[in-house]
């Protein structure tokens, strides 16, 4: 068994978080702007709140990775249950459109699956088959690449890879690679993620996509120019400078029906955030978009660096682009100033007119960002989750809230913003991981919160809000406590 190190999810927790505390009440902290995203309180189990836990004897970390619309209103709620220092087994919840679990489902609401990936990073559903990618340990500390596929029911998908999974060594033997990101389009599957290529120190990173038949997890040898380890993929490493640390982490189809790539590459003051466009039949670049497929962001709001990176991408009917991300810089004495990053592109990768600056906002709003998810409302309003230490005007607070914040369509803001936490035996943290915005302009936010710290694994269970517009005290609540 591989050692536990904490932070392989999303919690890097402190050993000073695990001190015992009176458990708290699940409740808004901080000042909240605006009245867009208020606690639906008729929503979940504990007014405005549900939390699901998959404990047994095997484990109790478990954390959402995504929401995805279920039908009749309500919500899959998917995740992963670590069963030991470095094993996901995939955790499914059905909610109904009151956020409450679905007796009608699995085992009161909920089931397990088995698959190959040790560490789930991203889930889409396809019909009836959740399709999923991650990382697969190997001996002597090294992963690779992995896509599975898992029914509604929690069975392998049948003919698909090996019981329902495809590992895929995207690196050279003695490497690593992982996937972040999954999408399916006319039945194939597009894995996105990282490899290492090396490099004078002898690691480095680069960007990789591999192409899947979605029906059997085959390789499509048709897809990629020879650069990628195996055929049916393609690396793209920008190389800014020199055997440099360049990453993937968004992935979206573009109106064209171009693959696009978020992420961040390494230069000489930080990183530079990218979206990159891609042919869906053969891997190349798309030479109409940006340069020669790039489209590029940086800012020198930094003594010493500035650090952009792009987490999550949204396509309109359009063809526009909105990436959002971070933009963290430094001050005179290094400490990192963390913010967030909206960028606007046209469907040729040139900057949107009308939008923040030069078509890219950038917003110191809080302490300790980092942005996990963003979504689009049905009047064009932008949101953006992440964890938070305090939002703008608020001092820190040594709790990790569940923070999210919008801003208008023209990425001028926040218009809105709120943190909340949840219940807790030791000192509160949470991760908000994914966002899914409803029929009805409601805001669902999916991610963790810690229960329990028993060294050295913790007792994290998944948790899910909805966020409403509250149009009553439109004009304002000084006073009014919401809980």
């Not at 008729?42 to 004897?57: E, I, K, L, M």
């Not at 889930?123 to 009836?128: K, M, N, Q």
């Not at 955030?273 to 709001?301: E, I, R």
Request: charged share 20%; net charge negative.
């Amino acid at each position: 068994m591989r050692t536990s190190v904490l932070g392989i999810g999303s919690f890097a927790i402190a050993a000073a978080a695990a001190f015992t505390a009176a458990p708290t009440r699940a409740d808004v902290i901080g000042t909240s702007i605006g009245t867009d995203l208020v606690v639906d309180s008729s929503f979940g189990t504990t007014g405005g709140y549900t939390v699901v836990n998959y404990n047994d004897d095997a484990g109790t970390w478990d954390e959402v990775v995504r929401l995805i619309p279920a039908d009749g209103g309500g919500t899959w709620m998917t995740g992963f249950h670590r069963t030991d220092a470095n094993g996901d087994r995939f955790a499914i919840a059905r909610l109904d459109a009151n956020g409450v679990l679905d007796p009608s489902y699995g085992d009161g609401g909920k089931r397990l699956a088995d698959t190959a990936i040790n560490l789930i990073r991203d889930v889409i559903l396809v019909e009836d088959r959740f399709y999923l990618t991650g990382i697969h340990y190997l001996d002597g500390g090294l992963g690779d690449a992995v896509a599975a596929c898992v029914m509604l029911d929690g069975t392998p998908c049948a003919g698909f890879g090996d019981a329902g999974s495809v590992e895929l060594p995207l690196n050279a033997p003695g490497f690593n690679s992982d996937g972040a990101r999954i999408l399916e389009r006319n039945g194939a599957l597009y894995v996105i993620g990282n490899t290492d290529p090396g490099g004078k120190s002898g690691h480095s990173s680069a960007i990789v996509v591999a192409k899947l038949d979605a029906a059997t997890g085959a390789l499509d040898p048709g897809f990629g120019d020879g650069s990628g380890p195996l055929p049916g993929s393609v690396v793209y490493d920008p190389n800014l400078i020199e055997d440099s640390w360049d990453f993937a982490y968004a992935a979206a189809f573009a109106g064209n029906g171009d693959i696009l790539v978020g992420g961040s590459a390494q230069y000489d003051r930080g990183t530079k955030a990218y979206v990159l466009a891609l042919d869906p039949a053969t891997g190349a670049p798309d030479g109409a978009f940006g340069d020669g497929g790039f489209a590029w962001a940086s800012l020198q709001n930094g003594v010493h660096s500035d650090e952009l990176t792009v987490r999550a991408l949204h396509v309109y009917d359009d063809g526009r682009i909105v990436a959002a991300g971070n933009a963290n810089h430094d001050d005179e004495f290094f400490n990192s100033i963390t913010g967030i990053l909206l960028l606007s592109l046209q469907p040729d990768g040139t900057r949107s007119p009308g939008f923040g600056v030069d078509g890219l906002s950038h917003v110191d709003a809080g302490i300790n960002l980092q942005v996990t998810d963003f979504a689009v409302r049905p009047n064009g309003d932008l949101l953006v989750s992440t964890p938070s230490n305090g939002l703008v005007p608020d001092d820190y607070i040594s709790d990790s809230l569940q923070s999210v914040l919008q801003f208008d369509a023209a990425g001028n803001g926040p218009t809105a913003t709120i943190s909340f936490e949840y219940p807790s035996l030791v000192q509160p943290q949470g991760w908000p991981m994914s966002l899914l915005v409803d029929a009805d302009d409601r805001v669902l936010v999916g991610g963790a919160r810690l229960w329990d710290y028993i060294f050295p694994v913790p007792d994290a269970d998944h948790v899910v809000t909805r966020l409403v517009r509250d149009v009553i005290f439109a004009n304002g609540f000084d006073g009014l406590v919401v809980h």
